[in-house]
């Protein structure tokens, strides 16, 4: 039960290894964040499976930070273990997606990119990864999938589309695991389009992938 997300329409859970979480991977945020995603290519980091959380808990507001902040992304489960994988084999790897939330302690990363610090306490606090149900599908299933829309508190705050990543998904899974093993139950956070933004306490959060069906619905607490 623990650090599992339910697998949609069956009796069964997804077991999560590793969070794998990529990092300016829409030119427009990499843009809004100072960064020229011209210059800077994405890159990743971790968060701890005590993140997760599932779709519906509160997520309880961190008390060390003033200024969490919402990031929308779309999130790819991998079902087979490998390191060094070809862009052209990373459909083998993908077993089904996730709408989840990278939720950021933006003024702990900020003090954290000015030290040189890691970013672990900004980005891998106690659920900062609320995440959807896993549906089942196949990367052939991106075809199907409209945008990414997250709207706080009914009002549409990002939305963004698979399409406009700078790696695209075989990309990031070849970019991956040219460092390090992929694990079967490891979930990619795939970046997060423009228009990230704070979050107050009683804010209602709530993420859809468009045509597809995956809501993901937060309370900040
Ligand atoms: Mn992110």
């Known amino acids: 039960m623990n650090h599992s997300l339910p697998i949609v329409n069956t009796g069964d859970r997804f077991s999560?290894?590793?969070?794998?979480?990529?990092?300016?991977?829409?030119?427009?945020?990499?843009?809004?964040?100072?960064?020229?995603?011209?210059?800077?290519?994405?890159?990743?980091?971790?968060?701890?499976?005590?993140?997760?959380?599932?779709?519906?808990?509160?997520f309880i507001y961190p008390h060390f930070s003033q200024q969490v902040e919402y990031e929308i992304e779309l999130v790819i489960a991998i079902g087979?273990?490998?390191?060094?994988?070809p862009a052209t084999q990373a459909a083998e790897y993908v077993c089904g997606y996730a709408v989840g939330l990278d939720m950021t302690c933006r003024d702990i990363q900020k003090e954290a990119k000015k030290a040189g610090r890691p970013w672990e306490l900004a980005k891998g606090f106690d659920g900062s990864a609320p995440c959807t149900a896993i549906q089942r599908g196949t990367l052939d299933?991106?075809?199907?999938?409209?945008?990414?829309v997250l709207t706080c508190n009914g009002t549409e705050v990002q939305r963004g589309n698979w399409r406009?990543?700078?790696?695209?998904?075989?990309?990031?899974?070849?970019?991956?695991?040219r460092y390090i093993k992929l694990e079967a139950g490891d979930l990619i956070f795939t970046g997060t389009p423009?228009?990230?933004?704070?979050?107050q306490r009683g804010d209602e959060l709530v993420g859809n992938l468009e045509s597809w069906p995956l809501n993901l619905s937060i309370?900040?607490?």
């Open 80 to 85: 087979k273990s490998g390191t060094q994988i």
């Open 219 to 221: 309370k900040i607490a």
């Open 16 to 58: 999560v290894n590793k969070i794998i979480c990529i990092g300016r991977n829409y030119a427009e945020h990499a843009r809004e964040m100072g960064h020229d995603p011209e210059r800077e290519p994405p890159f990743f980091f971790f968060k701890p499976q005590s993140a997760l959380a599932q779709n519906g808990d509160d």
């Open 194 to 199: 423009a228009g990230v933004g704070p979050v």
């Open 141 to 148: 299933d991106l075809q199907q999938f409209g945008d990414l």
């Open 164 to 177: 406009d990543m700078v790696w695209a998904i075989p990309d990031l899974i070849a970019e991956v695991s």
